[in-house]
């Protein structure tokens, strides 16, 4: 399983930003997803989650301002990042783990839980 990150670039305060994760070898079906990202002197914290039945949850990190999807049929996921703040500057990741039913997704936010991970795309907000 690969997955591969793109979108990432830098834009001012208030822009916006769209992410995409592509994922190849694994076809979507019974899985949960997450954005993560890793700032600069600090830990990986997750942001925004969705499952196969299409369930999103978001963090305090992010609250209104991004937005997860994904297309099934293209075996995509996307983070629409919207007033873009300095403090949003972080490379950012995608990851996967498959699970015999969404349900479980509901407890998966630690990076931990994730088995597969992209390379990461970097963000970068300046004022």
């Known amino acids: 399983v690969q997955l591969v990150e793109s979108g990432g670039g830098s834009v001012q305060s208030g822009g916006s930003l769209r992410l995409t994760c592509a994922v190849f070898?694994?076809?979507?079906?019974?899985?949960?997803m997450g954005w993560f990202r890793q700032a600069p002197g600090k830990e990986r914290e997750g942001i925004a989650y969705?499952?196969?039945?299409?369930?999103?949850r978001y963090t305090h990190s992010v609250p209104g301002r991004f937005l997860i999807s994904q297309d099934i049929a293209e075996n995509t996921m996307y983070l629409r990042m919207n007033s873009l703040k300095p403090k949003d500057t972080a490379m950012y990741y995608c990851?996967?783990?498959?699970?015999?039913?969404?349900?479980?997704?509901?407890?998966?936010?630690?990076?931990?839980?994730?088995?597969?991970w992209g390379q990461g795309t970097q963000v970068t907000v300046s004022s």
């Open positions: 969705i499952d196969s039945a299409g369930l999103t």
């Open positions: 990851a996967i783990v498959p699970v015999l039913a969404s349900r479980y997704c509901r407890s998966y936010a630690h990076e931990s839980d994730y088995k597969h």
């Open positions: 070898g694994y076809a979507f079906s019974g899985h949960c």
